[in-house]
């Protein structure tokens, strides 16, 4: 490996070990222009000029726009540091980025791997996968269960840490596994964020996330993307963005990249204060079911500490019941009571209001922000009190 590597913007060089904070910063930035900002600003733009044969890269909105190639170049520099020929993609919402290397990779009479206790719109996939007459075989997390299932498969598709269980699997033996037959990787990375795990470098053919969540981590941009190393593959996932025409809009993918220069500082306060919060849930008699990969007893540890880099801003946990779960969660002073994950503001939810996933009615998924430690383990221990009767 060289030293230094171009950095994914137009020809700026970064130490091959650069630190996370700086390459955060950094990351998909121009070279300097005088008079012209760090940062270009949003191009809105639905048609460019386009004299003669359409040669240039950008043509028409649907297609590609300058401020997406910048984002792109900002997430394949951190998905895949001092790799050549990683590619990203980024996409309207995380469900586009899913459905595009699903549908895009899979045709008729191709069996697929999913989890069964992955993201709740997965079952929906699953449906629609089906009517398009494409197996689909599931199995869960913990354990690499999705490795007695994986015969003759197309696609496994990956979820680690699983979302809203937090069990985690092995990548690289799964993807060891499945190359060994044929099969495509595709690993859901967004609870982990490109700085707490690379599934590329653990063997994976696609990293894909929802940059709604912590990459951004503002709770106020709809993003996905898709990263991946295979020309031929990437192709395929571009055409589907091209044919659906799931794309986000330039001030999303503006905002999601100017985000991107605090993801360290964001990700490092807030796993901090997960871990904390994790040890003071575990003294509580009313919690049961604890579960964050940072904790050294928690199942997922061991393999966790092996692949993962940092272990993320959730944690879960139960409740004795629905009342329970619901009398601590409007209790909370400090925490929103919302769905989503990953932002600066913590939230927390009763997971099983959605009825999606399989969880106990008293399960709580509890998103960490960047408040001060102190105060969140705080507020969160007194609502458990105040909840208790």
């Not at 840490?161 to 690289?172: E, F, M």
């Not at 986000?248 to 796993?271: C, F, K, Y």
């Amino acid at each position: 490996m060289n030293d230094a590597t171009t950095d994914a913007g137009n020809g700026r060089t970064l130490p091959d070990r650069t630190g996370d904070g700086t390459r955060a910063v950094r990351a998909g930035l121009p070279e300097p222009v005088k008079h012209e900002p760090t940062l270009p600003g949003p191009v809105f733009a639905a048609h460019f000029h386009l004299p003669g044969d359409p040669t240039g890269p950008y043509t028409y909105g649907r297609d590609e726009n300058p401020t997406w190639t910048l984002l792109e170049h900002a997430i394949a520099e951190l998905e895949a540091p001092g790799q050549d020929g990683v590619e990203a993609l980024v996409f309207a919402s995380g469900m586009a980025a899913i459905s595009s290397v699903l549908f895009s990779q899979l045709r008729a009479g191709d069996a697929v791997v999913l989890p069964d206790d992955g993201y709740q719109a997965l079952p929906l996939v699953r449906a629609q996968l089906e009517t398009y007459g494409i197996e689909v075989r599931t199995a869960p997390t913990g354990g690499d269960a999705q490795l007695e299932v994986l015969d003759g498969a197309k696609l496994l598709w990956i979820e680690t840490p699983s979302n809203p269980g937090l069990d985690v699997c092995d990548v690289r033996r799964l993807a060891d596994a499945a190359h060994a037959q044929g099969a495509l990787v595709a690993v859901d990375n967004t609870l982990a964020t490109p700085l707490g795990q690379r599934p590329l470098e653990l063997g994976a053919n696609f990293a894909v996330a929802s940059g709604t969540k912590q990459l951004t981590g503002h709770g106020d941009v709809l993003l996905g993307y898709v990263t991946g190393r295979n020309a031929e593959a990437m192709a395929a996932v571009r055409r589907w963005r091209k044919i659906v025409g799931a794309i986000p809009g330039p001030m999303e993918a503006w905002l999601a990249h100017r985000s991107i220069a605090t993801l360290q500082l964001r990700v490092d306060r807030q796993n901090t204060t997960a871990l904390a919060l994790a040890q003071a849930l575990r003294e509580r008699p009313e919690v049961t079911g604890l579960r964050y990969p940072g904790l050294p007893d928690d199942p997922s540890h061991k393999i966790a500490s092996q692949q993962m880099r940092r272990y993320g801003c959730v944690v879960s946990f139960t409740l004795p019941t629905r009342a329970h779960a619901d009398r601590f969660l409007d209790a909370l002073r400090l925490v929103d009571d919302a769905t989503s994950f990953g932002g600066v503001r913590s939230t927390a939810e009763r997971r099983g209001r959605w009825g999606g996933d399989a969880v106990p009615e008293g399960f709580i998924r509890f998103s960490v922000g960047a408040e001060d430690p102190e105060d969140l383990v705080a507020d969160v221990l007194r609502a458990l009190t105040a909840s208790a009767s």
